[in-house]
Nanobody, 123 residues
């Protein structure tokens, strides 16, 4: 089993930067791909970014490309999401996930999920 715990969320202003962390524990596999999803009130959970533990290859949603960066620290079993130039539309609960899909954007391809961390734009 794999446990995922997100942290780093909080209140931000337009244009601010924030870094989210996802710590993995239990049995982990280098063949797994890690992903970040987000969900705003009344909106279906959507794909944000994904990364491969082994190769470091990445994939981004068009809405965050050029502003967000996903990375990983294999020694610490931790995945990060660096968010720059935050906008009101980025307000959501952000979830970390793990699965066997090849940088999949589909929620159903991920087997493990964290509890989420809230990111709120202060207006």
């Amino acid at each position: 089993q794999v446990q995922l715990v997100e942290s780093g969320g909080g209140l931000v202003q337009a244009g601010d930067s924030l870094r989210l962390s996802c710590a993995a524990s239990g049995r982990t596999f280098s063949t797994y791909h890690m992903g970040w999803f987000r969900q705003a009130p009344g909106v279906e959970r959507e794909f944000v970014a994904a990364i491969s533990w082994s190769s470091g290859s990445t994939r981004y949603a068009d809405s965050v490309k050029g502003r967000f960066a996903i990375s990983r620290d294999n020694a610490k079993n931790t995945v990060y999401l660096q968010m720059n130039g935050l906008e009101p539309e980025d307000t959501a609960v952000y979830y970390c996930a793990a699965g066997r899909g090849l940088l999949s954007i589909r929620r159903t391809d991920y087997n493990y999920w964290g509890q989420g961390t809230q990111v709120t734009e202060n207006t």
